[in-house]
């Protein structure tokens, strides 16, 4: 019997140190992957650029997309996850003889996370700005579990803080936002929270 006991309050031990490896492991990837995403998004937006709002590359008849060049900033906030598609100088080449430069099209936005109940952060690259720069490009997962996204912008012109920017309509007509404010909340099937929030500035203004 006490054998027993002592086999009995041994194998709780383990199984307590077990779970708490486990959960410890659990944070650790957690506040990891939330990290590395907020990283990301704070370079590539930093390098958010405008030029000329549509123009024709050299060349082209400018009678598809594909001849065309346009940039954009464009927030949109769709609580509790916004929305965000912009033009950056912040591609980075794989390969040295690959036909790449740094600019880009990023764009941010939401799926259905069932694992967590909650979204996905998806992450739009499209290595060619052309003339639709919200559509195309590769895909990726930059977070899960993400429970609330917003983005804010600086208006310098109005000294205060937007929920949204569209540098095609008349309020933000070819102007960037002076910084962005980016917000995080990553949460687990257990209900624990963790929250990452940043304050961009945008490095090029013309």
Request: charged fraction near 30%.
């Amino acid at each position: 019997a006490i054998l027993a006991g002592i086999t009995g309050a041994m194998f709780m031990i383990f199984r307590n140190s077990a779970l708490i490896q486990e959960a410890s492991k659990h944070k650790g990837d957690m506040t990891s992957m939330g990290r590395i995403a907020l990283l990301r998004m704070e370079r590539e937006v930093s390098q958010a650029f405008l030029s000329s709002q549509k123009s024709t590359r050299s060349g082209g008849q400018g009678d598809n997309y594909d001849d065309t060049f346009e940039t954009i900033f464009l927030g949109e906030d769709t609580d509790p996850f916004d929305h965000l598609d912009f033009t950056s100088r912040s591609h980075r080449k794989l390969y040295r003889d690959s036909k790449e430069c740094a600019l880009t099209e990023i764009g941010y936005y939401e799926e259905s996370d069932r694992e967590t109940h909650h979204f996905k952060l998806m992450h739009r690259e499209e290595e060619r700005i052309d003339g639709e720069p919200t559509e195309g490009g590769e895909i990726m997962m930059l977070a899960r579990g993400v429970k609330k996204l917003n983005f804010r912008y600086f208006d310098m012109e109005k000294n205060e803080w937007l929920d949204e920017w569209d540098t095609t309509g008349p309020d933000q007509l070819n102007r960037l936002p002076r910084a962005v404010e980016i917000t995080m909340v990553i949460a687990d099937n257990e209900g624990e929270e963790w929250t990452w929030h940043t304050k961009v500035e945008i490095q090029d203004l013309n």
